[in-house]
Structures are given as structure tokens and as C-alpha cells.
């Protein structure tokens, strides 16, 4: 599904330049002597898609083969591509160690087939063709009615006669060329083959484009059931055109695992001529963007590098207020849901947690089997918290959670 009549809240260009400036301000701080830990999470400008439903805008949680689902009032509401006429996109810091792969990335200009010059070029020519026949049949229609009689075929000892001179008698022969000349006189020559493959040719070098295609392949570590694509094209209606807009597609995916699997998408509807100037994918679960090697432009970071951003982030919109800890959620796929058994869940752990984040120690309430869990013990060192504030300051502090709440 595409549309491009869409309000958006500032201007794209300057947002993504203010982004790019922010995380080369944050590099210096965020950086720690992570000694050989990969790099393998990511800061990045997201693309958080609003839809207009009535006289507001509700976020995009999800994509269906026939339209969108927003949420509305924590509802999970449909809403047909047709019934999708503005939106708004807002352009957050998303943080992730989700990632997937996205190899032989390519964005071309083309034509929808209204546009395609070799189609309308072919299309004359037939429609050419199919005039001078239609004259032709006229001449034939006369002289049958002026000679008494002409007929098209006709049976002799040879067979079947379709050649229109064999059945015009001797002295009709030159009227016959003559009224057959007369009728196709005024196509002027167009009756060439070579003339359409060059008035052709002579608009596929204006590249008066009306779509963009772009392909993909695409493939995850970790299974993701209910993937959907966001893709966002920028450009002018003229190469001096001052005014950049925008066109989005909303496209369901199959389910991505880590077999490459071939993604085309082409989105119609640019007027003719248009220039483009970037195209961007993104790709989500849910409302969760997930983290792609097309993300541009990102940080590469390290878990512990990751952490540390979003401490300062935490501490910076927590100025002089004192806190609890609070967990760190929603940034991996992987959850608690994936390391216990579904009844363990209402069980809470007392967790101890440093100035830092990081949790030091942990203890179960009602049930001693999750504090020696291996997964649950897997888990907990992964895990990392907003340290507790004391107006403002990041302390030690402790936290009673339950593992259902740990699983958000």
C-alpha cells in the first residue's frame, strides 16, 4: 500500500542532520573501554509512523495484507490503506541489540505500464495498424458494392485465395492501390516499425519516471512471525524543484528467519519526471523497529556502550528526582517469556542493582527453584536497570520485581 498525501512535523533533512550532530556529541561519553565485546547493537534515527483516524493520529502497531492496525485507546484497531489518507512521521533515537541482515540492497527508478514509453510507443503503433486495416476494409466495402461483388477469400483449384489483387479483376488492379494508398495516405509514413522504436527510445533518454523499485534480501538470527516493511521516498518534482516530498508503502512480510529470502517492493504514483533523493526501509514487529545494516545513519555500539547512553539519557530527564531502579525493556527480542516456564512467572525476585545498572545479586520470594534457575540466572546477568536516583544521582539501590513484569 502507498500514499503520499501525508502532514509531517518538521523538516526530515534538519531532523536527521541534529540527529547525526547528537550522536557525535554523545560518542565521547558513551564510549567505554569495552576491552573485545562486539559492537553489535545500534543507535539510530527510527521512523515512528502516525495514521490520521478521525480528527487525530494513532501509532502504526502492525500491518495486515488488506491495510493497517493502529492503536487507539489500547485498542488494536484496522484500518483499510483506503481509508489512509495522512499521516505523521516522527523521527525518535531508537536504541537496539535486535538486528537483522539486509544484503544486495538496490533502489532503481521505473515506469508503471501507463508510463512505460516501449508500452504506449507499441500501443500506437497498434492503434496505427489497426486504423489503416479499418481503411483498408472501407476501400474493400466500396468496390464490393461498385464492382459487383468482391469477395475477401475465395475457393479455386489452388484452395483458398486471401490475396486482395488475385480477386480484383486485371483493369481494377491500379483503382484498387490507388483507394488503398488514399486510405492510409494520411498516417504520413508511420507505418514503419522504426519510428516507434525511435519516438520510443527518444522518451526512455528523458527518464520520465513514475515509480521506484526497490529489492532486497533479507534474514534474521532469531525467527520474526509478523515482520512488516515502512519504506519512505524522498524527492523533487523537478531537478530545480527547491521543495523535497515524500511518498510511503506499507508492505506485510512473510515470517524472516535466517534463510536470505528475496523481498521486491514497487511503489507507483510520483509524477513524471520526479528526482529522487533517498529511499529508506525500515523494518518492524509490532511497534518495535528493529535495527537493519540499511539503517542510515547509526552508531555501532556495544552492549555496555548501549547501556551507558541510555543511563545518560535516563539521568538527563530525571533531573533532581529520586527513583527506584527500573529495568531496561523492550530493546532485545529475547525476553524473560523465553527463559522460564509459563507458571513461573507471578514468582518475584528481590534484585539488587548498582549506581551502575547492572544487577549484583537476587533473590526469589516464595520459591527458591527460580534463584537457582539457569536460565533465569542467564538472564538476570543480561539484564540491565535505570539505576535508583537520589535527586538525580545515580545510587544502589533495590527493586522487587515480578518476572511477568520483567517480561515486557
Known amino acids: ?19 547525526i550532530l547528537a550522536l557525535l556529541e554523545i560518542a565521547p561519553l558513551v564510549a567505554v573501554d569495552t576491552g573485545t565485546e562486539p559492537k553489535d ?18 501509532p502504526l502497531i502492525g500491518v495486515t ?35 537483522m541482515n539486509i544484503t544486495h540492497l538496490e533502489t532503481e527508478q521505473s515506469y508503471t505500464p501507463a508510463a512505460d514509453p516501449r508500452r504506449v510507443w507499441r500501443e500506437s503503433e497498434s492503434l496505427l495498424i489497426d486504423y489503416q486495416q479499418d481503411q483498408v476494409d472501407a476501400v474493400f466495402s466500396r468496390l464490393r458494392m461498385e464492382e459487383g461483388g468482391l469477395n475477401l477469400v475465395t475457393q479455386t483449384t489452388k484452395g483458398l485465395v486471401a490475396d486482395p489483387l488475385q480477386l480484383v479483376p486485371e483493369d481494377g488492379v491500379t483503382t484498387l492501390k490507388m483507394a488503398l494508398s488514399e486510405a492510409a495516405g494520411d498516417t504520413d509514413g508511420l507505418d514503419s516499425g522504426a519510428f516507434y522504436d525511435r519516438k520510443s527510445k527518444e522518451n526512455l533518454d528523458k527518464e520520465h519516471f513514475d ?11 532469531l525467527p520474526v512471525q509478523n515482520p512488516y516493511l515502512v519504506m519512505a521516498a524522498d524527492y523533487r518534482l523537478g531537478a530545480k524543484s527547491p521543495a523535497i516530498l515524500r511518498r510511503i508503502a506499507l508492505m506485510k512480510l512473510d515470517p524472516i528467519n535466517r534463510e536470505p529470502r528475496k523481498v521486491t517492493l514497487k511503489l507507483p504514483g510520483f509524477p513524471l519526471g520526479f528526482v ?7 523494518i518492524y514487529e509490532g511497534e518495535k523497529e ?35 531502579p527500573v529495568a531496561i525493556r523492550g530493546l532485545s527480542q529475547v525476553t524473560i517469556r523465553d527463559k522460564v516456564e509459563p507458571g513461573q512467572l507471578d514468582q518475584s525476585l528481590k534484585i539488587k542493582v548498582s549506581k551502575d545498572g547492572e544487577v549484583v545479586d537476587w533473590s526469589a520470594r516464595g520459591s527458591a527453584t527460580v ?15 535505570y539505576p535508583a536516583l537520589d535527586n538525580g544521582t545515580p ?14
Request: aromatic share 10%; hydrophobic share 45%.
Open 290 to 324: 528493529i535495527a537493519t545494516d540499511a539503517t542510515r545513519p547509526r552508531m555501532e555500539v556495544s552492549r555496555t556502550e548501549m547501556f551507558r547512553y541510555l543511563e545518560i539519557q535516563y539521568a538527563a530527564e530525571n533531573k533532581g528526582r529520586t527513583l527506584p
Open 211 to 221: 515509480a521506484v523499485i526497490i529489492g532486497f534480501e533479507v534474514s534474521s538470527p
Open 371 to 385: 534463584a537457582i534457575s539457569v536460565p533465569i540466572n542467564s538472564y538476570l546477568r543480561d539484564l540491565h536497570f
Open 41 to 58: 547493537c545500534m543507535i539510530f534515527p527510527g521512523l515512528n509512523l502516525m495514521i490520521k483516524r478521525g480528527a487525530n493520529y494513532f
Open 1 to 19: 500500500m502507498t500514499f503520499s498525501r501525508a502532514n509531517f512535523k518538521g523538516v526530515l533533512g534538519r531532523a536527521v542532520f541534529v540527529l
Open 65 to 99: 495484507k488488506n491495510g493497517a492496525l493502529i492503536r487507539v485507546n489500547g485498542r488494536e484497531v484496522p484500518v483499510r490503506f483506503d481509508e489512509i489518507n495522512s499521516c505523521r512521521v516522527l523521527r525518535p533515537v531508537v536504541v537496539s541489540d535486535w538486528r
Open 276 to 282: 529522487l533523493i533517498r529511499n529508506q526501509i525500515h
Open 395 to 408: 545510587v544502589d539501590g533495590t527493586v522487587v520485581e515480578k518476572l511477568a513484569d520483567l517480561a515486557q
